[in-house]
């Protein structure tokens, strides 16, 4: 007999993310996953897909709400139980620090339901690396944008062209065993600060 | 050499002890590094201590004692060492459900007996009118909230689970929907009864401590083995947390707490709604109704009246209510692991060391103290109570079983 894979809910209000999750259960062969990003009526969308699993992100603030909501429903209809087998607090370790909670149907065989986990977590982990990388490639324009500014300061306070400027400001940093950025960010706020116009 | 501690809490007032312990430098003084990190549920608190990612957490009372019970995920055994102070909590309802009440029978605001006798009034008139259940939000199944909530509910002749209706919501979506519509009232720790009046959403009609004064909230929660593991540091945690709730309960320093506070590293709300709180205002007559100060002498208690000493009457009370309630069954064994799950004995054996007042029971019958008075303590005079419940009974934790009992529908 050809057991049917459990149907997953993915309840993220982070679109993004509960998209690239569903694509990984797609390809895995899970045909019947279902996105929430929305909370309003929560209890009765659980209802009317009635998971097997529901993989959840730990940020959202609704967390308690949806746990009682499968108490309540253990009491009168499907008894749905937090995933992670009790002893297996490996597993749960590598899903709280990827942000990822997730909660299964009682009775559901662990196995069945272990690669569903692995794969949210993964596809977490991805995403969160994903938006470190962007942070950072917005960081490193930003802290260009800051040494160009402060070395037009320079440029004018001390009319001198940009490739000393940039020398002087390297020279600061050297010295006081600082980052360049650094030293230019508190040039541009100190010039900010005193009115560098009035001059 | 500092020791770095993890500690999770959520945006409420009643995380001041935790906040004041690092801002103020209490916890920097017994070597302690406290790295405090919001969290945005209690489910998150829950699972990141026992995983191990915080050492420590600002915790709903009745938490600590679900976790060992078998009640939540984990199997890892957690303590409650110290409380961090007593009351805090409002029940706040809409304007409609106040008019609705009004209209029944007049009250005082904040008397909790006769704010209750005119909601069963209108709870009743509601029923046989047929119309649709009144909803009240809190904020966990595991909390002060939800069990004073029903407590206050059912001592005034209203089923919690027939004649309205309960609904978990998290602190900070409670006013917002309150003000359109989706829940007639909450119980919930402040700033957020607060923040529902000044949003001009509802009205304080009850506070915890006119329910059940002098009662029990959060605590500070820790791993079992944790704490067997690290004694040095958790004795040396107990310390500042003391001098922290110490500082929180001086009044000339609620301003400068409220402040710190508001940071939006904290709670994220203006000190101005944060403020009533700490400094009792929160009980002052409001425009809709005169106020029974009597009924109410303390909101919230960061320090004094043994504030902080984690009794395990209070332990044994929420076990009694969930029992009641339906959430476990009553056996000794579990009454047992209730009761033991808060640790006066770290807390006498830390605190008394430093010549601090500890009560020297490590229960008391709750309701025995309609008044103030001075106790045996360790060491010095400790002052205690009241502690009574609105409607006049009684909890003896030496009579666990016939207060279940009696409490039987």
Redesign the interface.
Same mark, same amino acid.
């Given at each position: 007999m050809v057991e049917r894979l459990p149907s997953v809910l993915i309840i993220d209000e982070n679109t993004t993310r509960a998209s690239i999750i569903e694509a990984g259960l797609s390809a895995a062969g899970h045909t019947r996953v279902t996105v929430i990003n929305e909370m309003h009526g929560i209890a009765a969308k659980i209802a009317l897909h009635e998971p097997d699993v529901i993989v959840i992100d730990? $940020?959202?603030?609704? !967390?308690?709400?949806l $746990? &009682?909501?499968f +108490?309540l429903s253990r009491a009168v209809k499907r008894p749905i139980?937090?995933f992670?087998d !009790? &002893?297996d607090?490996e597993a749960? +370790?590598s899903a709280?620090?990827a942000g990822v &909670?997730a909660y299964v149907v009682d009775g559901l065989r662990q196995e069945r339901v272990k690669s569903i986990l692995d794969m949210a977590i993964s596809r977490f982990n991805a995403f969160s690396r994903l938006e470190r990388e962007l942070e950072e490639a917005r960081g490193a324009l930003e802290e260009r944008k800051v040494i160009d500014q402060a070395k037009g300061l320079i440029m004018k306070s001390r009319g001198v062209d940009e490739a000393t400027a940039y020398k002087l400001l390297r020279k600061a940093a050297m010295n006081g065993n600082r980052k360049i950025v650094d030293v230019a960010e508190s040039l541009v706020m100190s010039a900010r600060l005193l009115g560098d116009e009035g001059k | 050499m500092m020791t770095e501690l993890s500690a999770g809490f959520l945006p409420l007032t009643d995380s001041a002890i935790l906040i004041a312990a690092k801002e103020r430098g209490f916890a920097h003084d017994e070597g302690i590094a406290l790295d405090l990190v919001r969290e945005t549920s209690w489910a998150n608190v829950r699972d990141k201590l026992a995983v191990g990612q915080f050492e420590i957490a600002h915790s709903l009372a009745p938490m600590p004692i679900a976790a060992n019970l078998g009640l939540t995920p984990f199997d890892t055994r957690l303590i409650a060492p110290m409380a961090l102070g007593l009351g805090g909590n409002a029940i706040t309802v809409s304007n409609r459900l106040l008019a609705g009440m009004k209209q029944q029978q007049d009250f005082t605001m904040l008397n909790a007996r006769e704010v209750g006798a005119a909601l069963a009034r209108h709870v009743r008139a509601g029923l046989r009118e047929g119309r649709k259940r009144l909803q009240f939000g809190v904020v966990h199944p595991f909390s002060g909230h939800n069990f004073e909530l029903r407590y206050w509910l059912s001592a005034s002749g209203i089923a919690p689970e027939s004649d309205i209706e309960i609904v978990i919501l998290p602190p900070p979506l409670m006013a917002d929907a309150l003000a359109t519509g989706q829940i007639d009232g909450y119980c919930v720790g402040e700033p957020w009864n607060t923040v529902g009046v000044a949003k001009g959403a509802g009205h304080i009609v009850a506070a915890k401590s006119s329910i059940w004064a002098s009662s029990p909230e959060k605590v500070l929660a820790v791993r079992e083995d944790w704490a067997e593991e690290n004694p040095a540091t958790l004795h040396a945690l107990l310390r500042a947390l003391y001098r922290s709730a110490e500082w929180c309960g001086q009044p000339e320093n609620h301003a400068d707490l409220a402040d710190m506070l508001a940071s939006p590293r904290y709670l994220g709300q203006p000190a101005g709604v944060i403020l009533p709180a700490l400094d009792g205002s929160i009980l002052r007559p409001s425009a809709t109704g005169r106020t029974d100060p009597a009924a109410t002498p303390d909101f919230f208690q960061p320090h004094s009246r043994a504030a902080t000493f984690p009794w395990q009457s209070h332990a044994l009370w929420f076990y009694s209510q969930m029992v009641r309630w339906g959430y476990v069954d009553h056996t000794a064994e579990h009454a047992s692991i209730a009761r033991h799950t808060f640790r006066p004995d770290i807390y006498r054996s830390v605190l008394s060391a430093i010549d601090v007042p500890v009560p020297s029971a490590n229960s008391k019958v709750e309701g025995a103290l309609s008044r103030t008075i001075a106790v045996g303590a360790s060491s010095r005079v400790l002052y205690l109570g009241p502690d009574g419940f609105f409607d006049g009974s009684i909890f003896d934790p030496d009579r666990l079983d016939a207060y279940i009992e009696s409490q039987k529908a």
């Open positions: 730990l $940020e959202n603030p609704n !967390r308690d709400m $746990e &009682s909501i +108490q139980a937090m992670v !009790r &002893s607090t749960m +370790q709280i620090d &909670s | -």
